[in-house]
């Protein structure tokens, strides 16, 4: 008795919770819209920057988007090829970072911000290894590999030794050697090595995809970060004699000493540089960060502390440097870096098959899966060398048609896994059939299983499913709109200039906004900005903004010119806010845009001729032919909104 009440509770506990999920907001013809979709849609885009609506102002707004999305779908808009494709194109582009194991990756990405932090300098001698190698071929390169090893331990020079044996480009030359680069560029292996290690420890032979490596480290040290400076090149030509080199010294030094007596950087980069393309710009070179600049050049710009000092002539192989320190930034935040971590890892095929190896262990454990590969050997017996040529094929026969694995509801035989091996064979040097026969099998689990895992993901991961439906009713939004609206006001000419004659008074004087709009993308860019009050910054002079703040941030210049309404969501904010009395002054922050702007003026002018006007014209004219649709759409798709819901959501938000 006890067991069945307490199963009845549960069961209408799991139901309320269920309703509360799914409690229908509104609905829009025979459709239903949850309280949570709405949230989702409403916390994301209802910024303060774009003038922050409360819940029952922006359901307006989102009844609107949404009987544009129900029409197309009614018009089957979602069902054309081109709309499918580019739909299921992002699908898996975004599934691939929910497959992965989470845990796994944030370590991997920590480990990675970590080791941006530092700076190696270090010998390497590598040993190719064709990817197509056999175990022969490798055993013979490790052998190698080894006796290598062994010569520097027993004494010999690295960068002798390195010289004479490593197949890395440059090798004969440099011996090896690299310049102070970020750890976290590295191949993982060589990571891990140099984080563990001493200055002088000689490395172990290391096995990666594309050969063995040996490493010595020679040092480390901080990362500087981010480094901006210029220069004024005196430039030496290849193999310069003795002569030619103290000449092109003494023009360096000459340079040099105008600069002591007061004579202006820029200029003379502009006039003496031989660098040319940076001369224009007075001698200013794109950022760069440690292991990108020749060794005595990053040497020389590192010991320079202040913005605007400058070095002795410093000698490089192509000729002599005067070096000007423009700004020195630390590495970023976690976050302002994330972008750049998540690449390297990509792209790095070691952790690549970490994060592959984690996600099929999880997909596995998730569905259950069963092998039942060892219960039937008659498809490795089919295999032959003919595999390694790209030649394979098979006979179907009835044993194949039997289960080789199995997970959650779906099954896939012996067949499927031959078809599979038929699709991705390749020409490369043979290895053990039986090997080979292992590793494509757990390359067709994989397969399997993030196939099923993508299937489920926009009904098992919410974040997800909210995603694709937005990016998808975006799609939609879009597809309509240019159809019975853009094209349409663009197009029919006649109805155009009918609408500009019956619509003068809209084409009176306008305002327009005289500006410079500076982007911005690091969080700590924000922050800078937000030292200074309100006040302070709206009657910052044009200067000071470049000295203080476009100068010490990624401040970039967007755009500059003279934009009226409508031209850019900028100048439709810069308006609203001077209709609303809420200017302080020539200098405004839109923190949510990322954007710093700079106004000049702001002014009314006359009205124009329809040519003058005419996409003013067009986009006043989509905007009445939107107004129009919206009414038809209204009655055809009649709007009920759940009073009770609405009234909670107004709490709540």
């Known amino acids: 008795m006890k067991k069945t009440v307490l199963l009845s509770v549960l069961i209408i506990a799991f139901a309320s919770v269920f309703a509360q999920r799914n409690n229908t907001l509104l609905t829009i013809g025979d459709k239903k819209i949850s309280d949570d979709e709405f949230k989702y849609i409403y916390l994301k885009n209802n910024t303060k920057e774009l003038g922050k609506k409360t819940p029952e102002e922006y359901l307006d707004l989102f009844v609107n988007f949404k009987l544009f999305v129900t029409e197309a779908e009614h018009l089957k808009m979602d069902t054309a090829k081109q709309f499918i494709n580019e739909l299921q194109g992002y699908k898996d582009q975004l599934a691939d970072p929910f497959l992965t194991q989470a845990v796994t990756y944030e370590k991997l990405l920590n480990e990675a911000y970590l080791n941006s932090k530092t700076d190696v300098k270090f010998n390497l001698i590598f040993i190719k290894v064709d990817n197509r190698a056999d175990e022969k071929q490798k055993a013979v390169a490790r052998a190698k590999v080894e006796k290598i090893r062994s010569r520097i331990i027993a004494g010999e020079d690295f960068k002798k030794v390195a010289r004479e044996t490593s197949d890395q480009r440059g090798a004969a030359q440099n011996g090896g050697e ?63 004699n003795e002569e030619v080199t103290k000449q092109k010294k003494q023009k360096a030094d000459s340079i040099w000493k105008r600069l002591e007596a007061g004579d202006n950087y820029e200029e003379l980069a502009k006039k003496h540089s031989d660098d040319k393309n940076s001369g224009r710009t007075g001698g200013q070179l794109a950022p760069f960060t440690s292991g990108k600049m020749v060794t005595p050049f990053e040497d020389a710009v590192l010991k320079l502390n202040t913005p605007g000092e400058y070095s002795k002539p410093v000698k490089t192989r192509f000729g002599f440097h005067i070096i000007k320190l423009i700004k020195k930034e630390p590495i970023g935040s976690f976050e302002d870096e994330k972008i750049n971590l ?39 017996k089919m295999l032959d060398s003919s595999i390694y040529k790209a030649k394979w094929d098979y006979t179907p026969t009835s044993e194949l048609s039997k289960t080789i694995i199995k997970y959650k509801d779906r099954k896939a035989s012996f067949k499927d896994f031959a078809d599979f091996l038929k699709t991705n064979q390749r020409r490369q040097q043979p290895v053990n059939l039986s090997k080979y026969y292992d590793e494509q099998f757990e390359k067709f689990i994989y397969q399997n299983l993030t196939e099923y895992e993508k299937e489920r993901l926009e009904e098992d991961n919410e974040t997800y499913s909210n995603i694709i439906r937005e990016y998808k009713d975006g799609m939609l939004l879009f597809e309509y709109k240019k159809k019975y609206i853009w094209n349409k006001a663009m197009e029919d000419s006649v109805a155009l200039e009918e609408f500009f004659n019956k619509n003068k008074k809209l084409f009176g004087s306008k305002e327009i906004v005289e500006m ?39 401040l970039t210049l967007s755009e500059t010119g003279v934009f009226s309404r409508g031209d850019n969501a900028t100048v439709d904010k810069i308006l609203e806010m001077k209709k609303q009395n809420k200017l302080m002054g020539d200098v405004v922050h839109l923190k949510n845009a990322k954007e710093l702007v700079v106004i000049n003026k702001i002014k009314s002018v006359a009205p124009k001729s329809f040519k003058e006007i005419k996409g003013l014209v067009i986009s006043e004219y989509q905007n009445e032919l939107e107004k129009k649709q919206l009414e038809i759409l209204r009655k055809k798709y009649p709007v009920k909104v759940n009073e009770g819901i609405l009234k909670r959501l107004k709490f709540e938000l």
Request: net charge positive; no cysteine.
């Open 516 to 554: 410079k709009i500076y982007k911005y993308q690091k969080d700590k860019t924000a922050r800078k900005i937000d030292r200074y009050s309100e006040k302070e910054l709206a009657n910052m002079s044009a200067n000071k903004i470049k000295r203080k703040l476009v100068k010490k941030t990624d």
């Open 178 to 240: 690299y310049p102070f680069v970020q750890l976290s560029i590295l191949p993982y292996s060589l990571q891990k090595f140099f984080k563990k290690s001493g200055t002088g420890t000689l490395s172990s032979a290391m096995e990666t995809q594309q050969g063995y490596y040996i490493a010595e480290l020679v040092g480390k040290r901080p990362n500087p970060g981010n480094i901006t400076a210029a220069h004024i090149m005196v430039g030496l030509p290849p193999n310069a």
């Open 342 to 380: 998540k690449r390297n890892i990509t792209r790095d095929p070691e952790r690549n098959k970490i994060l592959r190896e984690e996600t099929v262990r999880k997909l596995k454990n998730k569905y259950n899966l069963v092998s039942y590969k060892n219960k039937s050997n008659v498809l490795l």
